[in-house]
Every structure is written in structure tokens, then in C-alpha cells.
């Protein structure tokens, strides 16, 4: 899970209920198979760099967003990400474990502090050296690098010098960043994100301020010294939206042809229902949509923001010159999407007549839902298909890979291995049936990655919840990896096994 928009204290209240994990009813009785997907169809997992690398002050890397505010113990039981799954001095054992769970590509993101120590000037060798290594490593092994090039570790540097984000000075500098990973591993990375759920980041780090750089202001977020949440996170996302473009038309015009790659962005992808059938939970289920998905969609799909978006937040929402906006309009090869839940909203019209109104604020919408993400109820793959086809309607039928997906379970950090997780074995079998039905009726999905590959440090939860395949003993020093049912059904699945339901579908786990 890249990232959870709640408060500290709704984490806290969902981290203390007892994790029930739904079951749904069983598959349909028609075999399926990995062979039923379409051609060329892509099956992976994944991670990012800061959640997994760990060696965060080695070889010449240097703090980036998250170290620094990890270690102001902000994070979940005071968790840092300093060593984490220590990836960075792992990556040949753990491409043996992807090789041998029989994944067609692995999807990781490079870390820009790593890097481009100071966010812009030197290219740090050992840095280079690294994602050489990976890759390489992968590619002797047959497995694809989809290959993020910022996930949400913005150099520690470019916040201190301009707002980061918040300045146009990131988009040269994040270009120039973006250039240097073409360059270096373009011959051999095919797939290329630029950046991952930028529809979420200003949220946490510019609205809601828990998150860094903790930037937002009263009555929004929580402890704001500084900042504007009602109009910072617009204006980031503006910058961001233009990185994309600039860095995909730098690609596009002196790399693509040479390299042969995919170019495209990461989305988070929750799914907004609304919470009763009345015409105004149903119009703010759909507003909300046009607020998480359309921000980026509509600008990339058919110019400039949802035209609700425009109403609604007036002269808060930046313009795009004429120049600009042809550089954001289709740049992009496929969009990722990172898909976990549903969230159920209720219209709340009165919203509009405050003067100073956030993003929710400016959505008119409240949550009845644990937003974005419920814990208790993780399994709706209808709610997979429900997105891709607005999608597919909405926005022209997009490539679109699903680049997380995933279900969390109470970590075991001792490593406790009789801590079995069946029911993410049926998690996974439900949600790939989903992909499959989805591209059956025209969905043009071309890609589903597992999140995540291993136990790692989880942005909202530190190392309280764990995704992955693979456990990880983070008590021990070398950080021992062990194999969870999830990685034998998975690669079951992936040697041609038909998708059959687990023999045991579900488990009740208790913090
Ligand atoms: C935030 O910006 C709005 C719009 O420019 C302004 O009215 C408001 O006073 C600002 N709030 C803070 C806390 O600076
Ligand atoms: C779980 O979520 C799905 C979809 O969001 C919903 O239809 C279902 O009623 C929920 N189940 C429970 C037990 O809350
Ligand atoms: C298939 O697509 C049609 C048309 O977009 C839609 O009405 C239907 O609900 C979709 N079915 C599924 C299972 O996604």
C-alpha cells in the first residue's frame, strides 16, 4: 500500500479492531488460467525504493521527505524505514525469490535522494551502480523491471531550498532527475512510471498535513505551522501534472524511439459509492470520482480539470497555458492504478457555503466510509470491475495496468511463521478473476501486480500491517525472508495452475 489518507486517529481506532477478513463467495466453476488472459498480458508484484531498500544512509544517499519525518517519530510505533527489508544489500536473493515465484516483471521505484543525493548536480556512482545491479539481475532472470521514478521520497534538500512540490522549480529539477534514470537504464527498462498516486500525496503532505512535508492549515489539518490546505494541494498537483508531462515529452522525443518503452503515471484508484441511493449521494459519489480520479484523468484524457472541479474551487485551481496543457493532453502510454476499496460517500452541499474549504470541502462530500481503505472488509473485487469500466467509458478505454493490489494482514514481525494467510491466497484468486472479467468486456487492463512482494514499511502503518507474499523476520539481522502460502498459490498460479478456489478461504486474525 503506497499510501492511506486517514487521520493518525482513525489509523489508530483501525489498527485496534479485530481484522476480519470478508469471504466471498466462491469463483465461478469454469477453470481459469493465466492462459485465458490476453496476450501479453503482464503478472508481477512490487515495492518501493523507501519501503524496502533500507541502507538509507549508505553509499552516499542522502535524507529524503520521509527519513526526515520518520524520525521526528511520526510514523506508527516510531517506525523508520532505515533498514526496513534491506533490499539494498539483498536484491540477488530476492530476485532468486521472484524468479522462482515465476512473475513476469517486478515493479520498483529508484530513489531520487539515492540518486541525485542533493535532488539536483551530482549523480551519485553508487547509485547508479545499484539500479544497474537490479536490474540486471532481474533481466538475467527473465523478469521485467516496471520501473517507478518517484515515489514520494522527494529529497530532503529540494523542501528545505523551495517548498519542493510546492515550487516550479521542481519540474526542471524533477525532469532533469527523470532524464538521468532514461538515460542510464533506458536500454533496459521498458515500463516506466513517473510518478506514483500524486492524487493522494498533496492530500496527506499539503491538506491534511500528517504526512510529509506536514504542510496545511486550521480547521484542516492537525498540528499546521504552515501551509494553506486550501490551496496548496491544488497547486502541487498542478506542478506534478506538469513534471509528468515534461518529463513524458522529454521521453518521447529522445528516448522512445531509441528505447523502445512505455511511459506512463500511477493513480490511486479507490472506487467512490455512494452511501444511500438518493440523487445526492449518487451525484456526490460521482463528484468525488471527478475530485481522486478526474484530477489527473480529465487533464490527461480531454484537457484541463473536471469541469465540477473548475466550479467548484474557482480561481483556487490553477490554469494551464495553451502550451501546457498540449504537452498534459495524452501523455501517456498506459495509466497504473493502485486499487484497494471502495469508499462510500454522502453528499454535504452545505460544504459550499464556507468561505474556506479544502479539498473535501470543495467536493462537498463526507465519508461514511473508512476512506479509501477499510480494514475489516478488504474483499469486493465488483468494486475492480465497477472502476475499470468508468475507466474504460469515462476516459477512452486507457491501457491501464493495476499496479497494486492487495490485502493487509496484522504483521507477524518475529517472524512467526505459523501465520498463515489463506485468505490472501482467495483475495488474489478474486480480484484476478475480476481482471479477468473486466478485459473480457472490453477493459483494455493489460497488467496486474501484487502489492506487495514482501513485508515492508507501510506508510500508515509502519510495520503494524504487512502485505506481502513473503514474510519478513524483522527481528533478525539478515532480515530472513519466509514464504507464505499467498507466494506458493501465487506461483501456482503463474506456472499455468487453474485459479480454483483456496481449500481454506478465510482467516480471522486479532491484533
Ligand atoms: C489561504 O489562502 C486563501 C486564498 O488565497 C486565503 O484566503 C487564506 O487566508 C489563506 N490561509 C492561510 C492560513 O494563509
Ligand atoms: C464490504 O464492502 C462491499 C463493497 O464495498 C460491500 O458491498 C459489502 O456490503 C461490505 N461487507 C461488509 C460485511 O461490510
Ligand atoms: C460490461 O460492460 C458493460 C458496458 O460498459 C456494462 O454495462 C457492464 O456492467 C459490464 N459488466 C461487467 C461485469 O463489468
Known amino acids: 500500500m503506497s499510501w492511506l489518507p486517514a487521520t493518525r486517529a482513525l489509523s489508530c481506532v483501525v489498527l485496534l479492531l479485530l481484522l476480519v477478513v470478508a469471504v466471498a463467495p466462491p469463483a465461478s466453476a469454469a477453470a481459469i488460467t493465466r492462459g485465458d488472459f490476453p496476450t501479453g498480458f503482464v503478472f508481477g508484484t512490487g515495492s518501493s525504493a523507501y519501503q524496502i531498500e533500507g541502507a538509507v544512509a549508505e553509499d552516499g544517499r542522502k535524507p529524503s521527505i520521509w527519513d526526515t519525518f520518520t524520525h521526528s517519530g511520526y510514523s506508527p510505533g516510531g517506525a523508520t524505514a532505515d533498514v526496513t527489508a534491506d533490499q539494498y544489500h539483498k536484491y540477488k536473493e530476492d530476485v532468486k525469490l521472484l524468479s522462482e515465484m515465476g512473475v513476469d516483471a517486478y515493479r520498483f521505484s529508484i530513489a531520487w535522494p539515492r540518486l541525485i543525493p542533493d535532488g539536483r548536480g551530482a549523480v551519485n556512482a553508487k547509485g547508479l551502480e545499484y539500479y544497474n545491479n537490479l536490474i540486471n539481475e532481474l533481466l538475467r532472470h527473465g523478469i521485467q523491471p516496471h520501473v517507478t521514478v518517484y515515489h514520494f521520497d522527494l529529497p530532503q534538500a529540494l523542501q528545505d531550498e523551495y517548498n519542493g512540490m510546492l515550487s516550479r522549480k521542481f519540474i526542471d529539477d524533477y525532469t532533469v532527475y527523470a532524464d538521468v534514470c532514461f538515460k542510464n537504464f533506458g536500454d533496459r527498462v521498458k515500463y516506466w512510471s513517473t510518478l506514483n498516486e500524486p492524487n493522494i500525496e498533496p492530500i496527506g503532505g499539503y491538506d491534511q498535513g500528517f504526512f510529509p512535508p506536514q504542510r496545511c492549515s486550521l480547521p484542516f489539518g492537525i498540528s499546521c505551522n504552515n501551509g494553506n490546505s486550501t490551496t496548496e494541494p491544488y497547486i502541487v498537483t498542478h506542478h506534478l501534472l506538469l513534471a509528468h508531462a515534461s518529463a513524458v515529452s522529454l521521453y518521447k522525443e529522445?528516448?522512445?524511439d531509441k528505447q523502445g518503452g512505455k511511459i506512463g503515471l500511477t493513480l490511486l484508484g479507490s472506487w467512490n459509492k455512494p452511501a444511500t441511493q438518493?440523487?445526492?449521494d449518487i451525484a456526490a459519489a460521482a463528484r468525488m470520482n471527478d475530485f481522486h480520479i478526474g484530477w489527473y484523468m480529465h487533464p490527461l484524457v480531454h484537457g484541463d480539470y473536471p469541469p465540477v472541479m473548475r466550479k467548484n474551487v474557482g480561481s483556487r485551481l490553477p490554469s494551464f497555458t495553451a502550451e501546457e496543457l498540449k504537452r498534459v493532453l495524452g501523455s501517456f502510454d498506459f495509466v497504473g492504478f493502485n486499487h484497494y476499496a471502495a469508499s462510500y460517500v454522502k453528499a454535504d452541499l452545505s460544504k459550499l457555503d464556507q468561505k474556506l474549504r479544502d479539498?473535501?470541502?470543495?467536493?462537498?462530500?463526507?465519508f461514511e466510509s473508512v476512506p479509501f481503505f477499510d480494514l475489516k472488509n478488504q474483499s469486493s473485487?465488483?468494486?475492480?470491475?465497477?472502476m475499470l469500466e468508468h475507466l474504460q467509458v469515462k476516459y477512452k478505454n486507457p491501457v491501464v495496468m493495476i499496479h497494486e493490489?492487495?490485502?493487509a494482514s496484522v504483521a507477524d514481525p518475529s517472524g512467526d511463521k505459523a501465520l498463515d494467510d489463506e485468505f490472501r491466497s482467495r483475495y488474489l484468486q478474486d480480484y484476478i478473476e475480476a481482471t479477468l472479467q473486466s478485459s473480457r468486456n472490453g477493459?483494455?487492463?493489460q497488467g496486474y501486480f501484487v502489492w506487495s512482494f514482501v513485508d515492508m514499511f507501510e506508510f500508515?502503518?509502519?510495520?503494524?500491517m504487512g502485505f506481502g507474499l513473503y514474510g519478513v523476520d524483522f527481528n533478525s539481522e539478515e532480515r530472513t525472508r519466509y514464504r507464505r502460502h499467498s507466494a506458493k498459490w501465487y506461483a501456482g498460479f503463474l506456472r499455468g495452475g487453474e485459479l480454483r478456489p483456496v481449500a481454506v478461504p478465510g482467516q480471522a486474525y486479532s491484533q
Do not use: C
Not at 460 to 464: H, K, P, S, T, V
Open 460 to 464: 500508515l502503518f509502519g510495520y503494524r
Open 359 to 366: 479539498y473535501m470541502g470543495d467536493a462537498a462530500v463526507r
Open 254 to 256: 529522445k528516448y522512445q
Open 278 to 280: 438518493t440523487p445526492e
Open 381 to 386: 473485487p465488483w468494486v475492480l470491475r465497477e
Open 443 to 445: 477493459s483494455n487492463v
Open 405 to 407: 493490489n492487495g490485502a
